[in-house]
């Protein structure tokens, strides 16, 4: 059992909230992934989104609770930086965004080369190591904010070296992911603005980051096609907004109560990425408006009892590492239901724990697992707490003794 109820009830909040996101991921990317034109054929069972997804929700419950057994303060820089796991973590997640890029090992899905292919006996396991960078790069900062806490206003001792590591990890996955890349960024600069760097450090690479952003824009007319066709939807609601206007079509058509599990027609070719971006639009067509609600729900309640924690805790460590693990879940959550909605332009940010894709369903799992464990490691069992109390009781007994007696 993952935690005492009796004095930790939020650790287990927070674990059925992401087991129940879990849950509805699951049903509904199996949902979406039915295809009318092919057979289910369990010979080729990895090859169905739904039966992957089903396949992944166990695994990825395995890591929730494993990641929740383990010591968070053992990943904490005690002495030097050579014996820090956060570290050798950013190292392999630096050298899978490298070894990504390379065509002999990367594979190429809808005209970005973000996989890997890891044959497991008869399957070949995609990889996306901006993922595992993602996480990574949170735990460093975490770590990084946590060892020089003292000297982190500092701009060049300090905010510029860990601005450099940012600008390798960001660098590397800008290549062939913008929207990923744009998001690591905001985190990293919101978790350092948390830390306690100062405001002017922070705004200090924005030039630089804009500059990037439109050298990209200019290099990929893709891109600014996107842009155009989220100001403009009308223009191009039949070419490069046709998944947006798509997405918005299955919202409305749902209604308040939906047409009713697996009743949804937009999964049958007519909006692209349905298991993965736009499940949440499949949730709308299906549950209408208050399923959409509920998995909103659902994230605020995350958010909620996230915040709990990191206000609980009272390791510094703690509060960094809780802090970025619940900006990476709700910031992510948010980018996605705006894009689903057309409150931002259209960008392949997957929904967590709802979304089709291993790699991110584990990675998540684990880092909440981590979140967890920060949860059961703030909480004071009653046993302890009645042991602290047991010398206070006792001077108070005696005290009362030594007053009868004179009197």
């Given at each position: ?92 997640s630096i050298a899978l965004l490298i070894l990504v890029l390379i065509p002999r090992f990367g594979t190429e899905i809808n005209?970005a080369r973000r996989w890997l292919r890891i044959p497991i006996g008869p399957f070949k396991v995609s990889f996306q190591p ?23 206003k500092s701009f060049w001792r300090r905010f510029v070296p860990i601005c450099c590591v940012v600008g390798l990890v960001v ?237």
């Amino acid at each position: 059992m993952l935690t005492n109820a009796k004095y930790n009830q939020v650790a287990n909040f927070t674990a059925g909230v992401v087991v129940l996101l879990m849950a509805v991921g699951a049903v509904f990317v199996f949902s979406a992934g039915a295809d009318l034109g092919s057979d289910l054929s369990l010979h080729k069972f990895y090859n169905y989104a739904g039966l992957r997804q089903i396949l992944f929700f166990p695994l990825a419950c395995v890591m929730l609770f494993s990641a929740a057994a383990f010591d968070y303060r053992k990943l904490r820089l005690s002495e030097s930086w050579l014996k820090s796991p956060a570290l050798y973590l950013l190292i392999l997640s630096i050298a899978l965004l490298i070894l990504v890029l390379i065509p002999r090992f990367g594979t190429e899905i809808n005209y970005a080369r973000r996989w890997l292919r890891i044959p497991i006996g008869p399957f070949k396991v995609s990889f996306q190591p901006s993922e595992l960078a993602k996480w990574s790069l949170i735990f460093f900062i975490a770590v990084f904010c946590d060892k020089y806490a003292d000297s982190l206003k500092s701009f060049w001792r300090r905010f510029v070296p860990i601005c450099c590591v940012v600008g390798l990890v960001v660098g590397l996955i800008v290549i062939e992911d913008v929207g990923t890349a744009a998001f690591v960024s905001l985190l990293a600069f919101l978790m350092l603005i948390i830390a306690g760097a100062k405001w002017w450090h922070v705004l200090t690479p924005l030039p630089f980051g804009v500059l990037g952003f439109l050298y990209v824009l200019i290099r990929s007319p893709a891109r600014l096609e996107r842009i155009w066709a989220w100001i403009w939807p009308e223009k191009y609601g039949g070419t490069v907004g046709y998944q947006a206007n798509q997405s918005l079509i299955a919202l409305g058509s749902g209604g308040i109560l939906g047409k009713g599990l697996g009743e949804g027609i937009c999964k049958y070719g007519h909006l692209p990425e349905d298991t993965t971006d736009f499940i949440f639009a499949i949730i709308g067509e299906e549950l209408g408006f208050v399923g959409n609600a509920a998995v909103i729900l659902l994230f605020i309640i995350f958010m909620c009892l996230g915040i709990v924690i990191i206000v609980r805790c009272k390791d510094r460590f703690g509060q960094f590492l809780a802090g970025g693990i619940v900006l990476a879940i709700g910031i992510q959550a948010a980018i996605n239901i705006g894009v689903v909605t057309v409150v931002l332009p259209t960008k392949g940010i997957p929904l967590p724990f709802v979304s089709a894709g291993g790699t991110s369903l584990l990675l998540s799992s684990a880092a909440v697992g981590v979140l967890l464990n920060i949860a059961r490691q703030t909480a004071v069992k009653p046993a302890e707490s009645k042991i602290q109390n047991q010398p206070a009781q006792a001077t108070i007994n005696s005290e009362s003794r030594r007053i009868l007696i004179h009197a």
